[in-house]
């Protein structure tokens, strides 16, 4: 599969009548794909996946989940956002190489960081060697595996929200305003739960609602332990919600998990955005809704760098940095 196919596969929903748009964009500022299933108003949820980069099976099991709602008597009452590809600057590398990166500069850049090597394929970051899922302001830089210079994976950033894939994707959830996230991840078949920190009350809440996504799918629920700065941190932390990571895939697949594994997967997972929003409108109906401008909710931020500026600014970044250690070289 190409990345062009993956986004070709996302944009096919719109032959059936689903509208895509804009969550945001990324770092290189390709658009950040969503689309909304059900009511505007009342209760809504939020869906995303694509997080890292290698992980584009989740996107394509979203696609499948969005289409079979779709047109579905069940979701009432509320409604459902896809943020399908949170990361598709990485998804374009691992799928289509690291000559697919136009800029000369990156691209040497990202082969030493990934050790010389010109294999992609288990590469998790963003294009500037960020691992998004440890970005969020959620006890930033405090997770057991997190790594503090550049590199393929578990780097968190220089600080917290420093990438524009989160800034999208939180400026995305405060517009929508779900009251129960899910991020689709590979792999594990697991289901993790809770954040340190977060209540007991909402410890019970948000264990009680897994429990019927294990259930449905079949995965164990396991509460997060040693885990910071990921979006579903971020939920529970910030905003007080019930949000669940979803690890497609059993643990012997190898990453990019297979296209000929997504029927299964898909069968897995196919029941859980209708019972994530069905559990998030039971917990929330005593809350008063006013219904959103909907214009508001699609209206993104477009300003910011593309992929030529993103090539002469990273030139001017590595040039002051050695101009730097000479200057120190010098000095001694
Ligand atoms: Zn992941």
Known sequence: MTYQELVNQILSLQDEGLEIFNAGKSVLG????????????????????????????????????????????????????FVFL??????????????????EITRNYLISANGGSRDFSQYKANINLVDLNTNFDAEWGGGS??????????FVGFYPESEREVE???????????????????????????????????IERDRAIGESLSASTGY?????????????????NSLKIPAYTIEVGSDSLAHPIGIENLPEIYQQNKDVPIIALEKAIEYSK?????????????????????????CSRLQSKLDRRSAYRSFNRKRQ
């Open 220 to 236: 164990p629920l396991i509460f997060t332990e040693n885990s910071t700065g990921g979006y579903k941190d971020w939920c529970i």
């Open 145 to 154: 595996q997190n790594v503090f210079c550049p590199a393929t994976e578990d």
């Open 86 to 103: 949170t990361n598709p600057d990485g998804a374009e590398i691992v799928l289509d190489g690291i000559d697919s990166v136009g800029c």
């Open 286 to 310: 005593d809350i008063d809704f006013t219904t959103p401008n909907v214009q508001n909710i699609h209206k993104e931020n477009t300003d910011g760098p593309n992929e030529k500026s993103y």
């Open 168 to 202: 999208s994707l939180i400026n995305f959830t405060l517009r929508t305003r779900p009251l129960l996230t899910i991020s689709y991840h590979s792999k594990g078949n697991v289901i993790y739960y809770g954040f340190d920190g977060e209540s007991e009350a909402n």
């Open 30 to 81: 390709k658009n950040i794909l969503a689309t909304h299933v059900g009511s505007y108003s009342g209760t809504q949820i939020l869906i995303q996946g694509g997080i890292h980069a290698r992980e584009y099976i989740t996107s394509l099991l979203m696609v499948e989940q969005a289409r079979n709602i779709f047109n579905n008597d069940l979701v009432k009452n509320g409604g459902i956002y």
